[in-house]
């Protein structure tokens, strides 16, 4: 099973650099590791998805190792509008795995 | 640009019943996934259809089941209803089977058994 680690959660300042790790020792070869975002009482909203390396987009930046054990999710210069779940999901071949969640809590 | 849609946004049924929950996927995309969130949990992996067939399955008892339509709308069928099945249902599709990325979720259809 590829189960997935997270940290329950994380209190940031505005402007913070915030850095959330995904620890999922069983991914699948070829499965990437995506993250999103969810607000209460909606759906998950994608964020950005890696295979390996380092990926940044607008919003965030995502590192993964070599072996893609894990995975961390950065966002940079946080805003209360970023208070939210963050979850990584990965597959292990079989089926898909959302992390436990990371609440990620904004104070101004 | 709709994006995922689905209904009903709330549901409340009694223990036993039976339940139909639909999606229309975003634009472009062909592939629908099931998930349920309990609250305080993260989504738990239901079911994919892709071209009309499951093509992959999470732990979840034959009580669940599906069925993808031409136009890749999708229904998620739960029998027999337990108290259990109290949860955010959320519908995701993508182009492709895309395998956990470029997914796009809909806001979900919050079932309450009674």
């Known amino acids: 099973l590829a189960k997935t680690t997270q940290p329950i959660s994380m209190d940031s300042y505005e402007g913070q650099e915030v850095n959330i790790t995904c620890s999922h020792n069983?991914?699948?070869?070829?499965?990437?590791i995506t993250w999103y975002q969810q607000f209460p009482s909606q759906g998950p909203r994608f964020i950005i998805q890696?295979?390996?390396t380092k990926v940044t987009n607008e919003v965030a930046s995502l590192f993964i190792p070599a072996d893609r054990k894990s995975s961390t999710l950065s966002l940079p210069r946080v805003s209360l509008s970023d208070t939210a779940v963050y979850y990584c999901?990965?597959?292990?071949?079989?089926?898909?795995?959302f992390g436990t969640g990371t609440s990620l809590t904004v104070i101004p | 640009d709709a994006g995922v849609t689905q209904s009903p946004t709330h549901l409340i049924k009694t223990r036993g019943q039976q339940v139909t929950l639909r999606c229309s996927p975003k634009?472009?995309?062909?592939?629908v996934s099931w998930y349920q969130q309990a609250l305080g949990q993260g989504p738990q992996f239901i079911f994919q259809?892709?071209?009309?067939?499951?093509?992959q399955r999470g732990n979840f008892p034959d009580r669940f089941s599906g069925h993808q339509f031409p136009n890749y709308s999708s229904e998620l069928n739960v029998n027999a209803l337990l108290l259990g099945d109290s949860a955010l249902y959320l519908c995701?599709?993508?182009?492709?089977?895309?395998?956990?990325?470029?997914?796009?979720f809909g806001s979900g259809t919050r079932l309450t058994v009674v």
């Open positions: 634009s472009g995309h062909d592939t």
């Open positions: 069983n991914i699948a070869t070829n499965d990437y």
């Open positions: 999901l990965v597959g292990d071949g079989n089926q898909f795995y």
């Open positions: 259809y892709y071209e009309e067939e499951e093509r």
């Open positions: 995701a599709s993508s182009k492709g089977q895309a395998r956990g990325y470029g997914y796009t």
């Open positions: 890696g295979y390996k």
